[in-house]
C-alpha cells in the first residue's frame, strides 16, 4: 500500500537559532555559549507560533543557550517541554572562535577564504566534517523514531551542522564545501520520510528550506532539492 505526503509519514523541521550578540558582531561563534540579541529573541516568538500549527510531538534542541532558548519558545508554543543534547551543537571551531571576521580576515587571509566558502578543515583545532554529520545523524534518529507515522518533531540547532545534517540525511552524503547555504536566523528545513524508500535509499526528502514564515502544509507534495 503506498503512502501520501502527510498521511503516515513523519515530518523533521530542522530549525535555526535565533539572532546571537555574537552573529551581530560578526563574530565567529562555533560552540561558545553566546546568548540570543535582542532581534534573536523577537525573531523565537516569530517563528515560534508558525511551527505550532505543525503540532509537533517533541522538541529537541542543542544544549548551547541561543538554541535552546530558541526552542523553549517553539516548545512553549506547542504545549510541550525542551530535551537539551550537545550532539545537536555547532560546529566546533577551535582556536578561531570569539575572532570577529574582520580580524579573521586581516590576520589570516589564506585560511579565512576557505572558511568563508565552507572549507572548515583548514581551521585550526576544528570539528572534522565526519564528526559532526555522525552525531547529528545519530542523534536526529532518534528524535525521528520517537515521532508516531504522520506526525512531526522538531530539532533546533545550528547553520553550519544543519547544513551538514540536511546533505547527509537527504543524500547520503557530507561534502566540503558542503552543496547547502547556511539557513538564517530563525528559518528552518522540512524533510519528510520517503514513501516506500529502499534499504539502499536515504530515509528522507526535503520539501523546503531556509524557510520563514507560513509552514509547509502537510499535503504538500513538491520536494526541493531530493
Request: hydrophobic share 40%; aromatic share 4%; proline share 7%.
Amino acid at each position: 500500500m503506498s503512502a501520501q505526503p502527510g498521511h503516515g509519514l513523519r515530518t523533521l523541521v530542522l530549525l535555526r537559532h535565533g539572532e546571537t550578540t555574537w552573529n551581530a558582531e560578526r563574530r565567529i561563534q562555533g560552540q561558545v555559549d553566546a546568548p540570543l540579541s535582542e532581534r534573536g529573541e523577537t525573531q523565537a516568538a516569530a517563528v515560534a507560533p508558525v511551527l505550532a500549527t505543525l503540532d509537533p510531538v517533541v522538541v529537541w534542541s542543542s544544549d548551547l543557550q541561543r538554541a535552546a532558548r530558541t526552542a523553549a519558545r517553539v516548545a512553549a508554543a506547542a504545549g510541550l517541554e525542551v530535551r537539551t543534547d550537545p550532539r545537536l551543537r555547532e560546529f566546533g571551531l577551535g582556536e578561531r572562535e570569539g575572532t570577529t571576521h574582520e580580524a579573521y580576515a586581516l590576520e589570516h587571509p589564506h585560511e579565512y577564504a576557505d572558511f568563508v566558502t565552507g572549507r572548515w578543515s583548514s581551521v585550526p583545532g576544528a570539528e572534522t566534517l565526519t564528526g559532526v554529520r555522525e552525531r547529528l545523524e545519530a542523534c536526529l534518529g532518534e528524535l525521528a523514531d520517537l515521532v508516531p507515522p504522520g506526525r512531526c518533531g522538531v530539532a533546533v540547532a545550528h547553520g553550519a551542522a544543519l547544513r551538514v545534517a540536511v546533505e547527509a540525511l537527504v543524500q547520503g552524503t557530507h561534502t566540503e564545501p558542503s552543496a547547502y547555504a547556511g539557513m538564517g536566523n530563525c528559518r528552518y528545513a522540512v524533510l519528510r520520510e520517503r514513501p516506500l524508500a529502499r534499504p539502499d535509499e536515504p530515509r528522507w526528502r526535503l520539501h523546503a528550506y531556509d524557510r520563514g514564515g507560513d509552514p509547509v502544509p502537510a499535503d504538500e507534495a513538491v520536494a526541493v532539492g531530493a
